[in-house]
């Protein structure tokens, strides 16, 4: 027995289910939930959505989005326990933050990734790095099961694989991304329109949030590395909020020369979220796994403890041997 038939078999013998993602939820974590909830529900199925932050602005246009609760306001402990557990979209449990107390409550973690540092933290681990997005593999779920995609499963799913390739342009887009893709808009996803929605719809404070942060623009002596920061200062400036902050090391991705883009974002808890970005041949998932991080070749981030000036000194000192 593979694991999609075992997820399978999990699935259709089990009644109550929690379905989570990420601290700071993308398009692939929020896509990804939405559509695996409307599956679940539509096999008649009790399902419970909970993640430690709220749903960013830009996705809450995502049918059911709603329904995701976030640890912080909505959160409420009850008897009656989900029995399954599924995990998405998170390389090791501790990406889900809080919300990993009510996962090791279940009877059965269920892991679905495409991280190449997934460490198969599950009792299930559904794993495949091929996969440009986990909604590539919830997509093959649906079909598995023998379920019509429909169009707002379609929606969800669609704006998963979007962002997660960012717009069909990094290394992680297949022929098979393609052809999953052009199923999804034979259920009437309009490209354009979804694309308007993520991208094009931006809020004042994070605009200014983002000219406060390029102001902070670095790079290396000869061009390879680039980097900039957010600091609680500045999102007290802006009034803009940390999920407000998806997509901004993309702006200087492009920079000519530039081999390695790193954003470094200051938390409240004397923590550092460190984000990495590589074009060419550099693997920043090694990069990040050194402290204690991970993700895809190209794309990758870790946590690191102390201040954002301490961090930044760190990492670049590693990044300059990385290059």
């Given at each position: 027995?593979?694991?999609?038939?075992?997820?399978?078999?999990?699935?259709?013998?089990?009644?109550?289910?929690?379905?989570?993602?990420?601290?700071?939820?993308?398009?692939?974590?929020?896509?990804?939930?939405?559509?695996?909830?409307?599956?679940?529900?539509?096999?008649?199925?009790?399902?419970?959505?909970?993640?430690?932050?709220?749903?960013?602005?830009?996705?809450?246009?995502?049918?059911?989005?709603?329904?995701?609760?976030?640890?912080?306001?909505?959160?409420?402990?009850?008897?009656?326990?989900?029995?399954?557990?599924?995990?998405?979209?998170?390389?090791?449990?501790?990406?889900?933050?809080?919300?990993?107390?009510?996962?090791?409550?279940?009877?059965?973690?269920?892991?679905?990734?495409?991280?190449?540092?997934?460490?198969?933290?599950?009792?299930?681990?559904?794993?495949?790095?091929?996969?440009?997005?986990?909604?590539?593999?919830?997509?093959?779920?649906?079909?598995?099961?023998?379920?019509?995609?429909?169009?707002?499963?379609?929606?969800?799913?669609?704006?998963?694989?979007?962002?997660?390739?960012?717009?069909?342009q990094y290394a992680n887009t297949t022929p098979r991304t393609h052809q999953i893709v052009a199923s999804l808009l034979k259920e009437g996803v309009s490209p354009s329109l979804l694309a308007e929605r993520v991208y094009r719809v931006s809020s004042f404070p994070r605009q200014k949030l983002l000219g406060l942060s390029l102001a902070t623009l670095e790079r290396s002596s000869d061009g390879s590395i680039a980097w900039f920061r957010l600091t609680r200062e500045m999102y007290w400036?802006?009034?803009?909020?940390?999920?407000?902050?998806?997509?901004?090391?993309?702006?200087?991705?492009?920079?000519?020369?530039?081999?390695?883009?790193?954003?470094?974002?200051?938390?409240?808890?004397?923590?550092?979220?460190?984000?990495?970005?590589?074009?060419?041949?550099?693997?920043?998932?090694?990069?990040?796994?050194?402290?204690?991080?991970?993700?895809?070749?190209?794309?990758?981030?870790?946590?690191?403890?102390?201040?954002?000036?301490?961090?930044?000194?760190?990492?670049?000192?590693?990044?300059?041997?990385?290059?």
């Open positions: 027995m593979n694991e999609i038939e075992h997820i399978i078999q999990v699935l259709k013998n089990n009644d109550f289910f929690l379905v989570t993602s990420h601290l700071n939820p993308d398009g692939d974590s929020v896509g990804s939930q939405l559509a695996l909830v409307s599956l679940l529900e539509e096999m008649g199925k009790r399902v419970v959505i909970i993640d430690e932050d709220p749903v960013p602005d830009n996705l809450r246009f995502l049918p059911q989005s709603d329904r995701i609760a976030f640890i912080n306001s909505k959160l409420r402990r009850t008897e009656d326990c989900p029995q399954v557990s599924l995990v998405l979209d998170c390389s090791d449990l501790e990406r889900v933050g809080k919300v990993a107390e009510l996962v090791k409550e279940t009877d059965l973690i269920i892991n679905i990734d495409h991280h190449i540092s997934n460490d198969k933290f599950g009792d299930i681990d559904l794993v495949d790095e091929q996969a440009s997005a986990v909604g590539e593999q919830i997509f093959d779920l649906i079909k598995s099961l023998g379920y019509p995609v429909g169009e707002e499963r379609a929606i969800s799913l669609y704006t998963a694989i979007l962002t997660d390739t960012g717009s069909f400036q802006s009034q803009a909020s940390p999920q407000e902050t998806n997509g901004f090391i993309n702006c200087i991705g492009s920079l000519q020369g530039v081999k390695l883009a790193l954003l470094f974002r200051e938390r409240e808890d004397r923590k550092v979220k460190v984000s990495f970005r590589s074009k060419g041949e550099l693997n920043v998932a090694s990069l990040a796994k050194h402290f204690g991080g991970g993700g895809h070749r190209g794309a990758s981030g870790c946590l690191i403890e102390g201040s954002i000036e301490e961090v930044e000194k760190r990492v670049l000192a590693v990044a300059r041997q990385s290059i």
